[in-house]
């Protein structure tokens, strides 16, 4: 989770002090530690900051580019979910409209990660919120609409994935979906009555077998569910293709030991 109380440092911050900022650093931006492999990554980028020779801001855009943040937010991720959670990560709030994400998205598809996040950390609004010693924090600020309080809301407590990586909260209100669990459902089919899934009956036959108008009934009605799986075939296959589907569906209603005699060479 993100963090929602300011943390600051100084010019004169100790290596410990400069130590806990870095970890505070990792839970706004990373929304967890890091593992010591990652940590092995970034060892320049941590020297450097725990030095005193780079501030939060030249941290935060050489972490953004680095491949512990894109493998985890970027590169599985849709670019309008990456620039919602960039927000949340560097600006401490969700994108406040359609406009906004176009914009950022603009910026994001022609100059690409690093340029993106420099822009939000050198922005005006992120010098006033948290100037050059502050970690970007989740902070209440002026909403312009009752949805846009909402997207902050949501948004503020989801966990990374939580929600899935492709859709932005914005654009599942909107849709009228919900995606918890990163599974985008409509919210309709949620109030759906669903009916109860009976597995089929397995049938048993052997050559004592009397056939009854109830097997035929049902041998009808599992050769129409085969020739539904031969429909599926507009073009020429192999037959090993089609006797695996089958072979699949058959068990599904005999034992295996009358499937292997039907499928036998």
């Not at 941290?59 to 680095?66: E, P």
């Not at 849709?78 to 906004?100: D, Q, T, V, W, Y």
């Not at 919120?129 to 503020?156: K, Q, V």
């Amino acid at each position: 989770m993100s963090l929602t109380q300011p943390v600051t440092t100084r010019h004169d911050a100790s290596p410990e002090e400069r130590e806990f900022v870095l970890k505070q650093i990792y839970q706004q931006v990373i929304e967890r530690q890091l593992y010591e492999s990652e940590r092995k990554q970034l060892t320049d980028l941590e020297k450097d900051f725990i030095k005193g020779k780079i501030g939060i801001r030249h941290f935060l855009k050489s972490l953004a580019v680095r491949s512990v943040y894109l493998e985890h937010f970027y590169e599985n991720s849709s670019n309008m979910k990456f620039i919602e959670n960039a927000c949340k990560h560097f600006l401490g709030r969700a994108p406040r409209n359609n406009e906004e994400i176009q914009k950022w998205d603009d910026i994001l598809v022609r100059r690409g990660v690093g340029a993106f996040v420099s822009e939000l950390v050198d922005s005006e609004e992120y010098r006033k919120s948290f100037g050059y010693f502050t970690i970007p924090y989740w902070h209440e600020h002026r909403y312009e609409s009752a949805s846009e309080y909402i997207e902050n809301e949501r948004l503020g407590h989801e966990h990374a994935g939580q929600r899935g990586w492709a859709i932005p909260n914005h654009y599942q209100r909107e849709l009228h979906i919900d995606c918890d669990g990163g599974t985008c459902v409509r919210e309709e089919d949620k109030l759906a009555v669903k009916p109860v899934q009976t597995a089929p009956e397995v049938l048993e036959l052997n050559p004592d077998t009397k056939i009854t108008p109830k097997h035929i009934q049902r041998l009808s009605f599992y050769v129409k569910e085969i020739a539904d799986i031969l429909s599926f075939y507009p073009q020429p296959v192999s037959q090993q293709e089609i006797e695996s589907d089958l072979q699949q569906k058959v068990l599904e209603y005999v034992s295996a030991t009358n499937a292997s005699l039907m499928f036998k060479n």
